[in-house]
């Protein structure tokens, strides 16, 4: 009879072993947390309620309609409405979901605390508001949790990731892509990519989730003792160096309280990349683009005009100005009403070098666009606009422009303050 070397069985059995860690690793199992809600609904939180009813089925949706109710009042009035009240039948078309913060059920009587969310186009249209919101380009978001001395993103689920996978994106004007964890994500958004500036690879990583740019938000855990508080150091970084856009501290009791500490400082993160988005430091890295293709790269020996050339271009661009013909600018402005054209086309008109502003595309509660021909350059068309109080954004000949207007600040406590 013929045996087989045991040292054979091994490495087939190591091979086996091998084979299956890999796959498991792959796979993840339950390492993964899909993200909850990426809609721009809106959202009113901590309605509480109290109603008695015959049954608690009863009782139970005679809160819920209560509850959308008094949600309806605070974002009518949030959204200067001034409150006023509509049908239930109306808000039942109004709502999109219920969400449930706490609630206690008996025989006849239903306690809650409950999040009403509204679909953003229908409530937009009953208020009167545009329901168009400019966004920034889309931002793959790598969470990074330390704990314990242990870094850790999706190599296996963590609160932090949880976290962000609450967090209701829709209302943000950061466009998030964010990974649930499974798949091959472990392996290409680990803790070691964030610390790696290479371009190459990190083009190859947002390509593959169609992004254009990395936001890696940060995390810190100190437990004081066994059940004692919890001090949580956030900080908010971009781009593949790693850039510190700002950091806090928040604190809460105990551990059960954790859950609570990471939603609170996901909300101040997002508050965080914002106002650097509005501050223009949020700007995608050029190096994060591809090389230009060999069909569409410049020939080196292509000849570059030399210093009399290019006063020859500028003096017919002066020429061409001063004979009146002037530069085609595109200009693409909000409609929420009919009466935002005639306004905007006023506003344009009043520019100094603008000879005429016609809308050629019109969306009413959208974006519309407007032809204007300008006596001189983009920059100074630019320019101008800015000094009137318009946000402007987009170069050359093509713009997107807003009106500033004053956001609410969000409601997040401050610098080492107790999380209630």
Known sequence: MHIRPLPALAAVLVL???????????????????PIDSSGAYEVSGVTVDVSAKTADAARLGGWRLAQRRA????????????????????DGLVSGIVVEREHIGPTRYLGKLGVLFDRRRAGALLGISAYAARSPAMLILPVQMSGGVAQTFEQRSDWQAAWARFRTGNS?????????????????????????????????????????????GVRLYRQWPGGPVIGAFTARHGPDNRMIGSFTLRVGNAAGVPQLLDAGVKRIDALYQRALREGLLEPDPTLQPPPSPETAKPVDEPVPGDGDIDAILADLASTTAAGQGIPVTVQFDT???????????????????????????????VSIMRVIFDGDPAQFRSSLEARGYQVFGRGQTVRIRRAAALLPPDLPADGTAVP
């Open 72 to 91: 309806w009042t605070q974002l009518s009035q949030r959204l200067g409405a001034g409150g006023r009240a509509v049908s239930d039948g109306t808000l």
């Open 173 to 217: 004007i950061i466009d998030y892509v964010r990974p649930s964890g499974s798949g091959a994500d472990a392996l290409l958004l680990n803790f070691g990519q964030t610390t790696r500036p290479g371009r190459g690879w990190w083009r190859t990583i947002i390509d593959q989730y169609g992004a254009s740019d990395i936001l890696i938000p």
């Open 336 to 366: 929420p009403a009919a009466s935002a054209i005639s306004g905007t086309e006023a506003a344009m008109r009043a520019v100094p070098g603008v000879r005429s502003a016609q809308t050629t595309s019109l969306a009413l509660g959208g």
């Open 16 to 34: 086996a072993l091998g084979t299956a860690s890999l796959v498991a690793q792959i796979d993840g199992g339950a390492r993964g947390v899909a």
